[in-house]
């Protein structure tokens, strides 16, 4: 097999990695269904194909290993979700959630009704949310039911700390609900009980993404260092049977990296409103 066929072969296994990890990082179906939106690759995302294929050609052109493509394509987006912390907006989005119960309670304390009170919050919400905010005091003065605004209101935001504060107002609306005031406290107060506890969990998260961090570097840079101070060594790589076995210890590495990216990856909660469903 020459030259030309392993570096097609190559080619077309570094696209099947990218499709299949891409896939694996698709928006589930459900949530699909919630926002009503299915999108198609956004800018970033191209941006990220575009490095991971660079990445796989650079390190073809390095090693002169046609397997080199797909590794090392698959390595950038795999290391994707170890840089930074993924908590850090819904935390931010739950702090806002809190903070605009409490707007929305000390508004109402002053006697104002509740389609009056969510409207008035929408210049004065935590930027956070303020876009979300913004959009439900516009369906309000618009003449939007009540109902259908703050539905649509927690479907933007897609939070169950917002789905619950969206069902106690929907209460009030269409049941007159006493001291919702009262109630407003204890939920924002609740919400902020959940940001300390979310804090605490992210704490202990970046530590063991840290760690995993450090691991990968190490071995990442000890391949580098032998591809670049010890071809000889490497020499036995370049066979056909050691291309498959470098396929198989990358799968263990990968396999390995993927299940300690499990232990530091936040879990979605399952939301209490979802499109079409009564309160």
Same mark, same amino acid.
């Given at each position: 097999?020459?030259?030309? +066929? #392993?570096? *097609?072969?190559? $080619? *077309?296994?570094?696209?099947?990695?990218? #499709?299949? %990890?891409?896939?694996?990082?698709?928006?589930?179906?459900?949530? %699909?269904?919630v926002t009503g939106q299915h999108r198609g690759p956004t800018r970033g995302q191209l941006r990220q194909g575009a490095i991971a294929l660079t990445a796989g050609l650079l390190a073809?052109?390095?090693?002169?290993?046609? +397997?080199? %493509?797909? &590794?090392?394509?698959?390595?950038? #987006?795999? *290391?994707?979700?170890l840089v930074g912390g993924p908590g850090d907006g819904a935390i931010e989005k739950l702090e806002a959630i809190a903070s605009w119960t409490e707007m929305l309670r000390d508004t109402l304390a002053g006697a104002a009704g509740l389609t009056q009170a969510l409207i008035a919050t929408a210049q004065v919400s935590p930027r956070a949310i303020r876009e979300q905010v913004g959009a439900l005091a516009s369906r309000l003065s618009a003449g939007a039911l009540v109902a259908t605004a703050l539905r649509s209101f927690a479907d933007e935001l897609a939070d169950p700390a917002a789905d619950v504060v969206v069902a106690t107002l929907l209460m009030a609306a269409t049941e007159r609900?006493?001291?919702?005031?009262?109630? #407003?406290?204890? &939920?924002?107060? $609740?919400?902020?009980?959940? +940001?300390?506890?979310?804090?605490?969990?992210?704490? $202990? @998260?970046? $530590?063991?993404r840290s760690a995993v961090r450090t691991v990968t570097g190490f071995s990442l840079g000890f391949v580098a260092f032998m591809v670049v101070f010890a071809r000889p060594y490497l020499e036995p790589y370049r066979t056909p049977v050691g291309q498959a076995m470098l396929v198989v210890v990358a799968a263990v590495f990968g396999l390995g990296l993927w299940l300690?990216?499990?232990?530091? @990856?936040? @879990?979605p909660q399952s939301r209490l409103l979802l499109a079409g469903q009564d309160a």
């Open positions: 097999m020459n030259t030309a +066929v #392993l570096i *097609l072969v190559a $080619s *077309l296994g570094g696209g099947g990695v990218c #499709l299949f %990890i891409a896939g694996l990082c698709r928006k589930p179906v459900d949530v %699909i269904a073809f052109a390095v090693t002169r290993w046609p +397997v080199a %493509i797909p &590794l090392g394509a698959g390595a950038v #987006l795999g *290391l994707r979700g609900a006493h001291r919702l005031g009262d109630l #407003l406290g204890a &939920l924002a107060e $609740s919400t902020r009980q959940d +940001v300390a506890m979310r804090q605490a969990v992210e704490a $202990s @998260r970046a $530590s063991a300690m990216g499990i232990m530091v @990856r936040a @879990r």
